[in-house]
């Protein structure tokens, strides 16, 4: 996963000021970094995964999305790269591994954000760019799978397929996710067996007609264990040698496996943010478009977890919201001081001036 700068892991009971908590380091949070940082505001980021990047990060990092405006393809992951360097310059501070949990008003009139790592932190302007909620994967129900999952021997995530070279593989679904991954690794790995419970995939057609076409390959080390559910993990309780499956009438196999990657979907939710008073709209926040200021003053929503008429659920939505928010949040942070409108082409970066005289 993307590694960041400036990275506060851990608990050590500071208080942090700033002008502005941004809940969520996806890629909207990211880009409100810089749109923040562009008007001289300083941004702390919390996020609940342990690295930046959000979903691109946890769910597709090595997928190419095209609708970023003037990339005609980038990898997830390296739209990730891109915008945490854009964010660079503005210093913010990253506080990762951590959810957001009580959100009150200081006696001066600002926020006061703790987490569940008791890092505080103090700002004039909350931004809530938490996408779909603090996300985790659906676990199997299988015995010892802590173990397991410690090891590295289940994993949900694939930050990097090569870790995967070689190995046994067992891909447990029948969506987009697990069939993507089975294309994906199968070049990679020594074998995938993909189990899923049904006959019939629910992903996109061409990944079905992709994954058939391997699986009837002589070779390809690809096999489609059909009707199957997963049923128990055998090994030492963290180094995996098999996967049992069974199916509806409790006939058992045995898949050698040196690892298990179950995409069962994610389980999402706001979690303590849905107790702070905003008005919500089915678990997302509701927002004046023009601003992006939630129900609560001083509150702003961006990116997929913002609410209004017409909304997408677009990356360049999100950044276009991020701009929006950080104009509005200017005149908290620096009231009385009238705003004067500036391309970033005429206002530069800081330290601009030194790269100037340096070349
Ligand atoms: P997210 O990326 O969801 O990030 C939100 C972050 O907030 C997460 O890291 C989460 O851990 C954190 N968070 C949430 N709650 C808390 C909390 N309480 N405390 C701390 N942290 C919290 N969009 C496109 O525009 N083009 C595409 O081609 C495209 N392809 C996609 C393909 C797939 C497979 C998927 C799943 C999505 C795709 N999307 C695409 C959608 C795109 O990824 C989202 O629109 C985008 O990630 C939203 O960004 P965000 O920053 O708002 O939220």
Same mark, same amino acid.
């Given at each position: 996963m993307t590694q960041t700068p400036?990275?506060?892991?851990?608990?050590?009971g500071a208080i942090h000021d700033v002008d502005v908590a941004i809940v969520g380091a996806g890629p909207v949070g990211l880009f409100a970094v810089f749109e923040l940082g562009m008007l001289k505001m300083r941004a702390a980021v919390v996020d609940a *995964?342990?690295?930046?990047?959000?979903q691109c990060a946890? *769910?597709?990092?090595e997928k190419p999305i095209?609708?970023?405006?003037?990339?005609p393809e980038v990898m997830a992951y390296d739209l990730i790269e891109k915008l945490a360097e854009q964010a660079a310059p503005f210093d913010p501070s990253y506080h990762l591994g951590q959810q957001v949990e009580t959100l009150e008003r200081t006696s001066e009139g600002r926020w006061r954000l703790t987490t569940s790592k008791r890092v505080t932190i103090e700002a004039t302007a909350v931004v809530i760019?938490?996408?779909?909620?603090?996300f985790g994967p659906n676990r199997?129900? *299988?015995?010892? *799978?802590e173990g397991y999952e410690a090891s590295g021997?289940?994993?949900?995530?694939?930050?990097?397929?090569?870790?995967?070279?070689d190995k046994r593989l067992v891909i447990a679904g029948g969506g987009d996710s697990a069939l993507d991954w089975a294309l994906n690794l199968a070049p990679v790995a020594r074998s995938v067996a993909v189990v899923h419970r049904?006959?019939?995939?629910?992903?996109a057609p061409d990944s079905v007609a992709k994954l058939n076409a391997l699986a009837a390959?002589?070779?390809?080390?690809v096999e489609l264990v059909v009707p199957y559910q997963l049923h128990r993990l055998d090994g030492d309780g963290e180094k995996l040698s098999a996967v049992v499956v069974r199916d509806l009438d409790g006939k058992e196999r045995r898949l050698e496996a040196d690892a298990l990657l179950p995409f069962y979907g994610l389980s999402m939710n706001l979690g303590p943010i849905a107790d702070w008073g905003l008005d919500l709209e089915r678990s997302h926040v509701q927002v004046?478009?023009?601003?992006?200021?939630?129900?609560?003053?001083?509150v702003f929503a961006i990116g997929d977890v913002a609410a209004y008429?017409?909304?997408?659920?677009l990356i360049l939505c999100g950044f276009s919201e991020a701009a929006m928010a950080a104009h509005a949040i200017y005149a908290l942070v620096h009231p009385g001081e009238a705003l004067h409108w500036e391309y970033s082409t005429t206002k530069g970066l800081p330290g601009d001036d030194q790269r100037d005289s340096a070349a």
């Open positions: 400036h990275v506060t892991q851990g608990a050590n *995964l342990d690295a930046i990047g959000g946890a *769910l597709y990092p095209y609708d970023i405006p003037g990339y760019a938490a996408g779909v909620g603090a199997p129900p *299988l015995e010892g *799978l021997a289940v994993q949900y995530m694939v930050p990097k397929p090569e870790a995967f070279r049904r006959a019939k995939f629910r992903a390959a002589p070779d390809s080390g004046d478009p023009g601003s992006c200021v939630t129900s609560v003053p001083g008429p017409n909304k997408l659920k």
